[in-house]
């Protein structure tokens, strides 16, 4: 189970993904996000993710997420079905062309994609050492 987005109904994984979707969408796109995060968490630009997720998840209801693995997407290709159906009111598209954006929104979203490369860089040496833990024997010896 999941969030659905409160403003345009986009499933998130869980609270702190549902936190970093209404962040990121109010910042590159100002719109109906911004304002649901002005009225429900006046000081939400000031909190990282792990603060702002209860805070939204108290306003979100929860909804069905299906977790797609890389494996599953075909090469050259992204995870999302493409429906015939017109974006909600106010709501973000999951999709759009970087020619669309502005140079301060192109560099938001560059430094989002380093942001996101690094903290998947950092959870893939976490776990590499957190196998090498497990190999260990009872006296730490390996």
């Not at 108290?58 to 159906?85: L, M, Q, R, W």
């Not at 998947?120 to 006296?139: F, I, K, P």
Request: net charge negative.
């Amino acid at each position: 189970m999941g969030y659905a987005c409160p403003v345009c109904e986009t499933p998130q994984r869980d609270a702190e993904h549902l936190a970093n979707h209404l962040a990121f969408t109010a910042m590159l796109h100002g719109d109906a996000h911004e304002r649901w995060l002005d009225e429900r968490v006046p000081e939400w630009a000031d909190l990282g993710a792990d603060d702002l997720a209860p805070a939204v998840a108290d306003h979100a209801d929860e909804t069905g997420y299906d977790e797609v693995f890389e494996e599953s997407i075909p090469e050259g290709g992204h995870a999302y079905a493409h429906e015939d159906h017109d974006t909600p009111p106010g709501g973000a598209s999951s999709t759009f062309a970087a020619d669309d954006l502005d140079g301060d929104a192109r560099r938001t979203l560059a430094e989002a994609r380093e942001m996101t490369r690094a903290m998947l860089e950092a959870d893939a040496d976490a776990g590499d050492e957190n196998e090498d833990e497990g190999d260990a024997d009872d006296d730490g010896k390996a």
